[in-house]
């Protein structure tokens, strides 16, 4: 039977243009010899040699993004003078003041199985306890690893981002400087948390992470973020790769505090394999601007990935996250949830997508994008998207941007809270699923700190 | 010396519309009046105005608490002088559970008065929390619920009581404590009031129906009609409100109370 449709005529078709970009793109002044100096200093082996010059290549053919492109529709680049930025790694009289001690302070439990401090590109401090040494941990700078470990390094850097993604995928892996290599053999279970922390200052600095499970392995892992100056104009881009072998079990907390003055850019990626288990906690409290692409891909049969993540932003930060929760194998479950919250003139971006990939079924895919928008001026854009190509899945999203209500102002108020202890009180409140999630006591310390200083501040901060 | 609240000649509206006419009543550290009336009346205007709901507007009266001008207070303050609310309606906190709630009431008034004061040690919160829940007969797990959120009718209500046990006020208004509870909540509600009566507290009590008064025994009864008090007396008042309902005081004083 065929069922009589009727189509509507189109009685009006609207056009809209968007406003063309103004054509003149600013670059960065580094060049190939920047490159070529690098390695140099680093004293690279050859092929990581080769990969800088293959991803310099890259990053020159590559355009810088505008709000034309998809992806950055939401996010200007426009103001950030690319031409002012010098390469600080190539600046041997830089002396990068020590990252004080409260970084230093363990986020997860009382003991750690190993700290690393990188700061201005260098280790500052690091050791590892000697039991995780003689289970073949390695849990070293990036640069030491690279001379140490090549051939771990070489098959896995790369597994998960590949220059190619983006320009800033391309610049970080042209111009990395230094990162965290931490590798974790087959079945060995690191019961004390491992804490990492990279301070970045002077013009620009570049990063990369990577986190190796092997099959059967499992660890905690806590990295943060820092500047140490919280006016520096910094340039800072990043690549994080998290490889979940089989039946593996990762929890990583990323946090990232920069300062009120530093420019981010990251591409993050967790490749997650069969029964192997991810959670991932995010933070982003600092920076002027943040444009972080964070995916988790489920690969294997019964994979597990849960994304948590926290904002706040002040003044005129602007906070964009891009998630993508990708199912490549049935029976695979990811669980993303961000909260934040904004005040003064900020504005935050999330974009998830839940892509599930034909015959990837009996998946369960959640995402849910929670906004609380403190001023009249701040805003928060939330954009949840589901692309399903299997027919036996299940994926749910939600995404909400809203306010502070004033019957609850005013019902706290009548318990004698004075109005900023009532609003603090709420914003607690609001963040308090997200606390649940991250379930680390140093870490939700951290945060509520970060709230309570956000929430005591008054006007733009600076 | 004893606390009073004296309203006089209380004028309010809410969204340019006049609800009370000129409310005249002072409650007493110790008393217990009985605040009835006919749906619409303005009683929970009063709770409200009293309270300093941003909505109500007051448009003339004055509202003496202790002394002070309590209309020219913020609600946070008026609740620090000694003044609480139990709520008809109370909203549901996301997030926040009834403990944490409780002792940031607490905290906030201990700064209040000193600025330098850490605030309610954690266990002798935690021992005063737990008698106050046993003197009110409330299940040790209420204090890690976030606060309303997903409880009954009974349970909301049994919560505002815990809060009014906990902040100890000298005037508390309890407005419509008793709707939407059965007959058994009822009686839960009423011995946690009765429990924390006495002496330190005066209370007005808001409520559409005389069975509250079973419970909750008043010495004085005042009648509500067209935003004013238009009748007050002893404990019989309510019983012959019990007998005759409403429509003898609607008959006798229709003329006198602005037409709505």
């Given at each position: 039977?065929?069922?009589?449709?009727?189509?509507?005529?189109?009685?009006?078709?609207?056009?809209?243009?968007?406003?063309?970009?103004?054509?003149?793109?600013?670059?960065?002044?580094?060049?190939?010899?920047?490159?070529?100096?690098?390695?140099?200093?680093?004293?690279?082996?050859?092929?990581?040699?080769?990969?800088?010059?293959?991803?310099?290549?890259?990053?020159?053919?590559?355009?810088?993004?505008?709000?034309?492109?998809?992806?950055?529709?939401?996010?200007?680049?426009?103001?950030?003078?690319?031409?002012?930025?010098?390469?600080?790694?190539?600046?041997?009289?830089?002396?990068?003041?020590?990252?004080?001690?409260?970084?230093?302070?363990?986020?997860?439990?009382?003991?750690?199985?190993?700290?690393?401090?990188?700061?201005?590109?260098?280790?500052?401090?690091?050791?590892?306890?000697?039991?995780?040494?003689?289970?073949?941990?390695?849990?070293?700078?990036?640069l030491t690893a690279a001379a140490k470990h090549p051939t771990l390094v070489k098959k896995f850097m790369g597994k998960a981002v590949a220059a190619s993604e983006g320009k800033f995928a391309a610049l970080t892996e042209a111009m990395m400087e230094n990162g965290i290599f931490l590798y974790v053999p087959k079945k060995v279970e690191v019961t004390l948390p491992l804490h990492s922390i990279i301070s970045v200052s002077g013009s620009s600095?570049?990063?990369?992470?990577?986190?190796?499970?092997?099959?059967?392995?499992?660890?905690?892992?806590?990295?943060?973020?820092?500047?140490?100056?919280?006016?520096?104009?910094?340039?800072?881009?990043?690549?994080?790769?998290?490889?979940?072998?089989?039946?593996?079990?990762?929890?990583?907390?990323?946090?990232?505090?920069?300062?009120?003055?530093?420019?981010?850019?990251?591409?993050?990626?967790?490749?997650?394999?069969?029964?192997?288990?991810?959670?991932?906690?995010?933070?982003?409290?600092?920076?002027?601007?943040?444009?972080?692409?964070?995916?988790?891909?489920?690969?294997?049969?019964?994979?597990?990935?849960?994304?948590?993540?926290?904002?706040?932003?002040?003044?005129?930060?602007?906070?964009?996250?891009?998630?993508?929760?990708?199912?490549?194998?049935?029976?695979?479950?990811?669980?993303?949830?961000?909260?934040?919250?904004?005040?003064?003139?900020?504005?935050?971006?999330?974009?998830?997508?839940?892509?599930?990939?034909?015959?990837?079924?009996?998946?369960?895919?959640?995402?849910?994008?929670?906004?609380?928008?403190?001023?009249?001026?701040?805003?928060?854009?939330?954009?949840?998207?589901?692309?399903?190509?299997?027919?036996?899945?299940?994926?749910?999203?939600?995404?909400?941007?809203?306010?502070?209500?004033?019957?609850?102002?005013?019902?706290?108020?009548?318990?004698?809270?004075?109005?900023?202890?009532?609003?603090?009180?709420?914003?607690?409140?609001?963040?308090?699923?997200?606390?649940?999630?991250?379930?680390?006591?140093?870490?939700?310390?951290?945060?509520?700190?970060?709230?309570?200083?956000?929430?005591?501040?008054?006007?733009?901060?600076? | 010396?004893?606390?009073?609240?004296?309203?006089?000649?209380?004028?309010?509206?809410?969204?340019?519309?006049?609800?009370?006419?000129?409310?005249?009543?002072?409650?007493?550290?110790?008393?217990?009046?009985?605040?009835?009336?006919?749906?619409?009346?303005?009683?929970?205007?009063?709770?409200?105005?009293?309270?300093?709901?941003?909505?109500?507007?007051?448009?003339?009266?004055?509202?003496?608490?202790?002394?002070?001008?309590?209309?020219?207070?913020?609600?946070?303050?008026?609740?620090?002088?000694?003044?609480?609310?139990?709520?008809?309606?109370?909203?549901?906190?996301?997030?926040?559970?009834?403990?944490?709630?409780?002792?940031?009431?607490?905290?906030?008034?201990?700064?209040?008065?000193?600025?330098?004061?850490?605030?309610?040690?954690?266990?002798?919160?935690?021992?005063?929390?737990?008698?106050?829940?046993?003197?009110?007969?409330?299940?040790?797990?209420?204090?890690?619920?976030?606060?309303?959120?997903?409880?009954?009718?009974?349970?909301?209500?049994?919560?505002?009581?815990?809060?009014?046990?906990?902040?100890?006020?000298?005037?508390?208004?309890?407005?419509?404590?008793?709707?939407?509870?059965?007959?058994?909540?009822?009686?839960?509600?009423?011995?946690?009031?009765?429990?924390?009566?006495?002496?330190?507290?005066?209370?007005?009590?808001?409520?559409?129906?005389?069975?509250?008064?079973?419970?909750?025994?008043?010495?004085?009864?005042?009648?509500?009609?067209?935003?004013?008090?238009?009748?007050?007396?002893?404990?019989?008042?309510?019983?012959?409100?019990?007998?005759?309902?409403?429509?003898?005081?609607?008959?006798?004083?229709?003329?006198?109370?602005?037409?709505?």
């Open positions: 039977m065929t069922p009589d449709v009727k189509i509507a005529p189109i009685k009006r078709v609207i056009i809209t243009t968007r406003k063309t970009e103004e054509p003149k793109l600013a670059s960065l002044n580094f060049t190939e010899a920047d490159v070529k100096a690098l390695s140099k200093i680093k004293k690279d082996p050859t092929w990581l040699a080769k990969r800088r010059l293959d991803a310099w290549k890259k990053f020159a053919s590559l355009p810088m993004p505008t709000l034309n492109d998809e992806a950055w529709r939401r996010t200007d680049l426009r103001s950030f003078k690319w031409n002012d930025v010098q390469l600080s790694a190539l600046d041997s009289k830089f002396k990068p003041k020590r990252v004080p001690a409260t970084y230093l302070k363990p986020l997860v439990g009382k003991e750690q199985g190993g700290q690393l401090v990188i700061n201005a590109g260098k280790i500052e401090s690091g050791g590892t306890a000697s039991a995780l040494k003689r289970k073949g941990v390695i849990f070293t700078d990036l600095r570049f990063h990369r992470i990577l986190v190796v499970l092997e099959e059967g392995a499992s660890v905690t892992y806590v990295h943060e973020l820092v500047s140490s100056d919280n006016k520096e104009k910094t340039l800072h881009t990043q690549i994080v790769e998290l490889l979940v072998g089989k039946n593996a079990n990762l929890k990583f907390v990323e946090l990232q505090s920069l300062g009120m003055s530093a420019w981010n850019f990251t591409h993050e990626r967790a490749r997650v394999g069969k029964d192997g288990k991810l959670d991932w906690i995010f933070s982003a409290a600092g920076s002027h601007l943040t444009k972080n692409f964070s995916e988790i891909d489920l690969d294997g049969d019964g994979a597990w990935g849960r994304m948590s993540g926290f904002y706040f932003a002040e003044g005129d930060q602007h906070l964009d996250h891009d998630t993508q929760q990708n199912h490549n194998a049935p029976h695979t479950t990811s669980d993303l949830l961000f909260k934040g919250a904004l005040r003064d003139q900020s504005r935050s971006v999330w974009q998830g997508m839940i892509h599930v990939a034909p015959g990837a079924q009996k998946t369960d895919g959640y995402q849910a994008n929670r906004n609380l928008v403190l001023s009249k001026a701040a805003r928060a854009d939330s954009i949840p998207g589901l692309e399903i190509m299997a027919d036996d899945v299940r994926c749910t999203h939600g995404a909400t941007v809203g306010q502070l209500e004033e019957e609850h102002i005013f019902y706290l108020m009548s318990r004698g809270m004075p109005r900023s202890e009532a609003e603090k009180v709420l914003v607690d409140g609001f963040f308090d699923p997200i606390m649940q999630r991250i379930a680390f006591e140093g870490v939700i310390t951290r945060l509520k700190k970060q709230i309570l200083q956000k929430m005591s501040e008054s006007g733009s901060g600076e | 010396m004893t606390t009073v609240l004296e309203i006089r000649n209380l004028h309010v509206s809410v969204a340019n519309k006049q609800i009370l006419n000129g409310v005249n009543l002072t409650v007493k550290q110790g008393e217990v009046h009985a605040l009835m009336g006919p749906n619409g009346t303005g009683k929970s205007t009063l709770a409200y105005a009293l309270m300093g709901h941003p909505h109500y507007t007051v448009t003339a009266g004055q509202v003496i608490f202790k002394g002070a001008d309590l209309l020219e207070l913020k609600p946070d303050e008026r609740a620090r002088l000694g003044l609480f609310l139990a709520f008809q309606y109370p909203v549901a906190i996301p997030g926040v559970s009834v403990a944490n709630f409780l002792r940031t009431s607490i905290n906030a008034r201990r700064r209040a008065a000193n600025a330098e004061d850490k605030g309610m040690p954690i266990p002798e919160f935690r021992k005063m929390l737990k008698s106050k829940m046993e003197l009110l007969k409330v299940s040790a797990d209420f204090a890690g619920r976030y606060l309303n959120e997903g409880f009954s009718g009974g349970e909301k209500k049994r919560a505002e009581i815990l809060q009014m046990a906990t902040l100890e006020p000298e005037i508390a208004v309890l407005d419509e404590t008793d709707s939407g509870l059965d007959i058994d909540a009822l009686r839960v509600v009423a011995d946690g009031v009765n429990a924390l009566m006495g002496p330190k507290m005066g209370a007005l009590v808001i409520t559409h129906y005389q069975r509250l008064l079973n419970y909750i025994k008043p010495q004085f009864v005042h009648i509500m009609l067209g935003g004013k008090i238009v009748e007050s007396g002893g404990p019989d008042l309510a019983l012959h409100l019990e007998e005759k309902g409403y429509d003898w005081v609607r008959e006798k004083y229709e003329d006198k109370v602005e037409a709505k």
